[in-house]
């Protein structure tokens, strides 16, 4: 496995995060402890959840299947880097939603990041990451409860999730004015076929010294082989399936699987070395439900991708260009 700093912090993780949300929902406790085990066998050091994951199994249920995984022993905690979050409520499906038990209020977060060290059978969180923007608490209320968190050993950084280009510089320039840490990473949504974050987000990550962590590197199963599976009946669902409904999309989709087959290669393995060559990504998700997928995911980051593939993925998903000029001149 390689490894990288994540952002500016002296902290070192694998160049593959270990995405836990198929957890207790869809891969069941045996199936995945041993997941985490193959992973930290390859090297893979760094988890990341949330307090909300588990849902039909139950919020809260991922942040427990790896609590019991630590309690195995075998130095299991130390050796991971752990990332949660926090901000949606954890009110089971159906029950009315107390005000405070959700967002970023001092409160919640007290709440939340003591209930997540319960689950989790730990006293400390590695990264505490916000799980989306709060329009209603002001950052100097956000950055006081982290440092809080900090001087009690609970957590040791904060990280964002879906924040907005102007957001990330916002939280930042709050915590130097404080003299807190600020932000050391944000998870986007980016990947070959979903390159808005190239526009802003992106560009303030590197600017403030945060490490990229993207989610769904495969968009959902587009980029994973989709129409090569459906031509074996493997169904494509979800994202996939309503993606490749679009003709211009399916277009795209056949021209990526036609260039890869020419040059020997499998889909998903190519989209995420991809992301392992893009400026300011430190470490993509990848959330397996099963060994075989995992297997797929290791032999990407020793995946070299020539320029001339480069330029050619280029030419089927486009990027938005350089910011400001791509929109501005």
Same mark, same amino acid.
């Given at each position: ?27 069941? %406790? ?18 990341? +959840? ?33 990332? +949660? ?5 954890? !009110? ?20 939340? !990041? ?20 709060? #329009? ?37 320039? +709050? ?22 974050? %190239?526009? *802003? ?16 590197? /495969? ?23 309503? %993606? ?8 795209? !989709?056949?021209?990526? %699987?036609? /260039? ?17 060559? #893009? ?12 060994? *075989? ?5 290791? #032999? ?7 320029? *001339? ?15 400001? *000029?791509?929109?501005?001149?």
């Amino acid at each position: 496995m390689k490894y990288t700093q994540l952002g500016r912090t002296g902290l070192k993780v694998s160049r593959l995060t270990l995405g836990t949300m198929n957890f207790g929902p869809f891969t069941n %406790e045996p199936d995945s402890h041993s997941l985490m085990d193959t992973a930290l066998d390859a090297g893979v050091n760094y988890f990341d +959840t949330a307090n909300v994951y588990g849902q039909g199994a139950g919020k809260g249920r991922t942040e427990e299947i790896i609590g019991t995984w630590f309690t195995q022993g075998g130095a299991r905690r130390d050796k991971v880097v752990l990332a +949660t979050k926090v901000y949606g409520n954890m !009110v089971p499906q159906g029950e009315t939603v107390w005000p405070n038990h959700d967002r970023l209020s001092a409160l919640n977060i007290r709440r939340a !990041v003591e209930a997540s060290l319960k689950r989790l059978q730990t006293d400390y969180i590695d990264i505490y990451q916000f799980h989306h923007i709060d #329009r209603t608490t002001p950052f100097e209320e956000i950055w006081q409860a982290v440092d809080v968190l900090v001087q009690q050993g609970k957590i040791l950084y904060a990280g964002s999730s879906n924040f907005p280009g102007y957001k990330i510089a916002q939280a930042n320039e +709050t915590a130097a004015r404080r003299g807190s840490y600020g932000l050391v990473s944000e998870q986007c949504l980016y990947n070959l076929a979903a390159r808005d974050a %190239e526009m *802003e987000v992106i560009p303030a990550a590197q600017e403030y010294g945060l490490g990229v962590i993207p989610w769904s590197p /495969l968009h959902g199963g587009l980029l994973g082989g989709a129409l090569k599976k459906q031509e074996g009946a493997r169904r494509s669902g979800g994202r996939a399936a309503a %993606e490749l409904a679009k003709p211009e999309v399916r277009a795209q !989709v056949q021209a990526y %699987e036609d /260039l890869l087959d020419k040059h020997g290669l499998e889909p998903g393995e190519v989209a995420l070395a991809w992301l392992l060559t #893009r400026p300011g990504v430190t470490a993509p998700i990848v959330g397996p439900r099963t060994a *075989e997928q995992f297997d797929s995911a290791l #032999r990407a980051v020793e995946l070299e991708l020539s320029a *001339e593939l480069l330029d050619a993925l280029d030419e089927i998903f486009p990027g938005p260009g350089p910011s400001p *000029e791509s929109f501005a001149w």
